[in-house]
């Protein structure tokens, strides 16, 4: 079963920047998507971005031309890198790995607080 470990988040004022990244443990196959979700209090779990094994991404609305999803195919990782954060950002972050005819993953979660 593969296992998704996150790190990188923090407490950074508005306008700073974080990089999350999420590893997986074992062997993920040739056709899988990776995303990262966020949850913020009182509100649904939302996707932020997403990347495609093939290395296409998308992204939130509320994110785009803020935040970059990237891979590490060597490493198993996929990493998320957040500019000109907001307070609005602040929410736990969880990163997803979905497996060709596998069950998904998720990570355990890492808080990322915008905050001065």
């Known amino acids: 079963q593969v296992q998704l470990v996150e790190s990188g988040g923090g407490l950074v004022q508005p306008g700073g920047s974080l990089r999350l990244s999420c590893a997986a443990s074992g062997i993920i196959g040739s056709l899988y998507t990776w995303g990262w979700y966020r949850q913020a209090p009182g509100k649904s779990r939302e996707l932020v971005a997403a990347?495609?094994?093939?290395?296409?991404?998308n992204y939130a609305g509320s994110v785009k031309g803020r935040f970059t999803i990237s891979k590490d195919n060597a490493k198993n990782t996929v990493f998320l890198q957040m500019n000109s954060l907001k307070p609005e950002d602040t929410a736990v972050y969880y990163c997803?790995?979905?497996?060709?005819?596998?069950?998904?993953?998720w990570g355990q979660g890492t808080q990322v607080t915008i905050s001065s």
């Open positions: 997803n790995l979905r497996m060709l005819g596998r069950p998904e993953a």
């Open positions: 990347i495609t094994s093939g290395g296409a991404t």
